[in-house]
């Protein structure tokens, strides 16, 4: 089965505590993306990267990092620097970057306890 | 999306009428515009896109059209049934040196049986 997976469904973050959203793809797609999504709200861009090895930030970077060390795999953490981490965590994938079709995973709920 | 207008941000219909939803965009050289459902929890999905090189699209009750003088696109959903219900995301490449897509703010499309 194609597609894209993140994990977990919901994560707990404690004051202070860097977590990591994973996202992973088996679409052999070049460029990954990684969006915040507000209650009642679009969709803003933290960070995508369109190589391995190869990010850029977004519009929202600050307190969040990545790492694209694999095409299939782009894990997104969230730093303690982040001071409201609470949203709804989607990654997505395209064949290519921009003037491409997205595909989006089932998305990361995080929550501060 | 600052640059990439949505509208309405709600809309409300009764079963089996038309729904449409309009988006703006800046860039003449925008040349891929997408539309997507998003259901309650989930991950986007793509339901239509369009290229520039094409005034229309359909498929079944969906259908999207391009008016590349006045800069929008629009979602048309005909015949509209209580499972279109959900929130709807246009998007564009935008020609700001970002190699991602940048989605409108999002219409709550609610069918009411």
């Known amino acids: 089965d194609g597609g894209i997976t993140q994990s977990p469904k919901y994560l707990f973050r404690k004051e202070g505590q860097n977590v990591t959203l994973s996202c992973e793809q088996n679409?052999?797609?070049?460029?990954m993306y990684w969006y915040r999504q507000d209650p009642g709200q679009g969709l803003r861009l933290i960070y995508y990267?369109?190589?391995?090895?190869?990010?850029q930030k977004g519009d929202i970077a600050e307190g969040y990092s990545v790492s694209r060390e694999k095409k299939e795999s782009f894990p997104l953490t969230v730093t303690s620097a982040q001071k409201n981490p609470t949203a709804f965590y989607l990654c997505?994938?395209?064949?290519?970057?921009?003037?491409?079709?997205?595909?989006f995973g089932p998305g990361t709920r995080l929550l501060v306890l | 999306g600052e640059n990439v207008e949505q509208h309405p941000s709600t809309l409300s219909v009764q079963e089996g009428d038309s729904a449409v939803i309009k988006c703006t965009y800046s860039?003449?050289?925008?040349?891929?515009f997408p539309w997507y459902k998003q259901e309650l929890g989930k991950g986007p999905q793509l339901i239509i896109d369009?290229?520039?090189?094409?005034g229309e699209k359909k498929d079944q009750r969906i259908a999207v059209t391009l008016n590349k003088t006045a800069k929008h696109f629009s979602l048309h959903i005909t015949e509209t049934q209580p499972e279109d219900s959900a929130v709807y995301f246009c998007?564009?490449?935008?020609?700001?040196?970002?190699?991602?897509?940048?989605f409108g703010s999002g219409t709550r499309l609610q069918v009411q049986p």
């Open positions: 997505a994938s395209s064949v290519l970057a921009r003037s491409e079709t997205q595909y």
């Open positions: 369009i290229r520039s090189n094409v």
């Open positions: 679409l052999n797609h070049d460029a």
């Open positions: 860039d003449s050289a925008s040349n891929y």
């Open positions: 998007a564009d490449p935008m020609d700001t040196g970002r190699r991602a897509l940048t």
């Open positions: 990267s369109q190589i391995v090895n190869d990010f």
